[in-house]
């Protein structure tokens, strides 16, 4: 069985537990645990048949990024640079040549390997353009799944709602007036818990999703710019200061989004 189809099938169960438990709610936490499942298992559910298992899966691993310390290489990546820019600026190929190896990201690492090599600047070019595009279009993917599921979240809740009140009517036209209160319970909570899914927990992930990709695309275009300064053999002074701005622009953006985070995970943990 492939990772899809299992995951659908896991959805599949939550959400149709939500409608058995509804079904025998009796207490509180039956009715919350129901609405939870229903809007949570809606929601995945219908990305996983609306979208690909795999961005979903790759979606899941960057939101648990953010609640992780931050790390980057970008200030080794750019001091190795100054490095091989010094020594390929007088010459010294070979040295330059085993330096690269030391940078940690890939396309950067390829799009100076590619300039040593001897490679006219106009595939150098095309490499890189290629690869900042990519990226540009797999975030975009991502953060479309996300909107896709900003829009779910509620929906379901709403849902939920309806299907409490057809419960409470039907319990009613039964006489079951002591399950009129749960059924009324489930109805309301399933519209509070798509709020709250999409304004605690999805909203501000898409928010901070947007503003990483954003450091990402800038980084990745001021190493194409970098590259072409190594082709064109700039002075040290110009990629030295070009650096030092960057790394600069990096450390404010990056406490920026430690903050951020932090206050995320407090107050998912509060919730």
Do not use: C
């Not at 896991?10 to 409608?19: D, M």
């Not at 600026?89 to 300039?115: C, N, W, Y």
């Not at 379901?156 to 009324?184: D, H, I």
């Amino acid at each position: 069985m492939s990772r899809k189809a299992m995951l659908i099938s896991l959805s599949l169960v939550v959400f149709f537990s939500a409608i058995i438990l509804l079904l025998s709610l009796d207490n509180i936490w039956l009715i919350s645990i129901a609405g939870l499942f229903f809007v949570a298992g809606g929601t995945v559910l219908t990305t996983l048949i609306s979208e690909s298992s795999d961005l979903l899966f790759l979606l899941g691993q960057e939101i648990r990024q953010l609640f992780r310390p931050q790390t980057t290489s970008l200030q080794t990546d750019l001091k190795q640079f100054e490095r091989i820019a010094e020594s390929y600026r007088v010459g010294q190929i070979r040295h330059a040549e085993s330096l690269v190896s030391s940078i940690t990201d890939s396309q950067f690492r390829k799009g100076v390997r590619m300039v040593i090599d001897g490679f006219a600047f106009d595939q150098v070019e095309h490499q890189m353009y290629w690869s900042i595009n990519s990226t540009k279009e797999e975030k975009a993917k991502r953060l479309q799944l996300l909107q896709v599921m900003i829009g779910l979240a509620p929906a379901f809740g709403m849902l939920g709602t309806l299907l409490g009140l057809v419960q409470l009517l039907f319990n009613l036209s039964a006489n079951g007036v002591e399950q009129a209160g749960a059924s009324m319970g489930f109805a309301m909570i399933t519209t509070f818990y798509g709020l709250l899914i999409t304004n605690v927990l999805l909203k501000p992930v898409t928010l901070k999703l947007e503003k990483n990709y954003q450091l990402e695309i800038r980084q990745s275009t001021l190493k194409f710019e970098l590259v072409k300064l190594l082709y064109q053999r700039e002075s040290m002074l110009r990629i030295q200061s070009i650096i030092k701005r960057e790394l600069s622009y990096s450390m404010d953006m990056s406490m920026h989004s430690t903050q951020s985070t932090s206050s995320l995970l407090a107050l998912t943990q509060t919730r």
